[in-house]
């Protein structure tokens, strides 16, 4: 019943900017938890950065600085601003969504964000 439609990759050149888009099919207020994690090529997933539902926000120490997390309750979407992007930023980007009491999240299908150097 829960769909997490994504949008916003492409390929930029390093140093460039990209605002990656997640709309939710129900209210975000039913999350506990929203945000993004990156898969790499040959690596595991990993955080990119979440926010939780009292606006408590988390960023991977390779992103603090650049990328900035952000929620739209009204249009029930999280943004993802990406600044100063480096070629060790491609990765397929994926939208993750958490319920406090329900143990499997929802996962984006994923957008794919390339950096050329």
Known sequence: QVQ????GGDLVQAGGSLRLSCAASVSISSFNTMGWYRQAPGKQRELVATITSDGSTNYADSVKGRFALSRDNAKNAVYLQMNSLQPEDTAVYYCYAAKL????PYWGQGTQVTVSS
């Open 101 to 104: 009491f329900r143990r499997t």
């Open 4 to 7: 997490l439609v994504e949008s």
